[in-house]
Nanobody, 120 residues
Framework: QVQLMESGGGLVQGGGSLRLSCAAS????????MGWYRQAPGKKRELVGG???????NYASSVKGRFTISRENAKNTVYLQMNSLEPEDTAVYYC??????????????WGQGTQVTVSS
């Protein structure tokens, strides 16, 4: 059983930055793609972006150029650096571990989520 623990959420003013972290238990982390999702109130959960096991990243158009995903396999941790935050980025952010090394693999595990609130 893999557990994912997000941290780093909080309240930030528009234009500011936050870095989310997601630490994974277990030894399979380096073989798995990781993703970040978010869910705003009254909306469906959406993909923010992801990183393959080899380090290739992909982003939603709404965050491209502002958000950066990276991974540190030695620490079993994936990061989401969020810059130029907008009120529309307010949501609960979840990390996800995919069943394989690619972003087309199904999500196998979810974190519990961390709240990000951006004030205008």
């Amino acid at each position: 059983q893999v557990q994912l623990m997000e941290s780093g959420g909080g309240l930030v003013q528009g234009g500011g930055s936050l870095r989310l972290s997601c630490a994974a238990s277990g030894s399979i982390f380096r073989f798995n793609a990781m993703g970040w999702y978010r869910q705003a109130p009254g909306k469906k959960r959406e993909l923010v972006g992801g990183i393959t096991s080899s380090g290739t990243t992909n982003y939603a158009s709404s965050v491209k150029g502002r958000f950066t995903i990276s991974r540190e396999n030695a620490k079993n941790t994936v990061y989401l650096q969020m810059n130029s935050l907008e009120p529309e980025d307010t949501a609960v952010y979840y990390c996800a571990l995919y069943s394989g090394g690619y972003l087309y693999n199904p999500v196998q595990y979810w974190g519990q989520g961390t709240q990000v609130t951006v004030s205008s």
